[in-house]
Nanobody, 123 residues
Framework: QVQLVESGGGSVQAGGSLRLSCAASGYAHITNCMSWFRQTPGKEREGVASLYTNGGPTYYADSVKGRFTISQDNAKNTVYLQIDSLKPEDTAMYYC????????????????WGRGTQVTVSS
């Protein structure tokens, strides 16, 4: 099992920044890919960024390219999502996910989900 705990969400004004964190524990060797998703009520969960835990390129949804940055600190078993120039349409619950490749449409093949952290952006 892999446990994922997100943190760093909050309420910010448009134009601000947030850094979300995802602390992973458990048998991480069974996964090699980490993703961030977001979801608003009534909509499907959207993959926004992914990376492979052994390094390599990062992947982003077109809607967030240039504003979102995914990164990892393997020593801390933590994945981050830096969100800059926040917009009201970024308001959503953000979820961390662990899984396997390949990355398709900025999403891993997800096996484990965190519980999410809420981001609310006011105009």
């Amino acid at each position: 099992q892999v446990q994922l705990v997100e943190s760093g969400g909050g309420s910010v004004q448009a134009g601000g920044s947030l850094r979300l964190s995802c602390a992973a524990s458990g048998y991480a060797h069974i996964t090699n890919c980490m993703s961030w998703f977001r979801q608003t009520p009534g909509k499907e969960r959207e993959g926004v960024a992914s990376l492979y835990t052994n390094g390599g390129p990062t992947y982003y949804a077109d809607s967030v390219k240039g504003r979102f940055t995914i990164s990892q600190d393997n020593a801390k078993n933590t994945v981050y999502l830096q969100i800059d120039s926040l917009k009201p349409e970024d308001t959503a619950m953000y979820y961390c996910a662990a899984g396997t490749g390949p990355v398709i449409a900025a999403q891993c093949n997800v096996r484990y989900w965190g519980r999410g952290t809420q981001v609310t952006v006011s105009s």
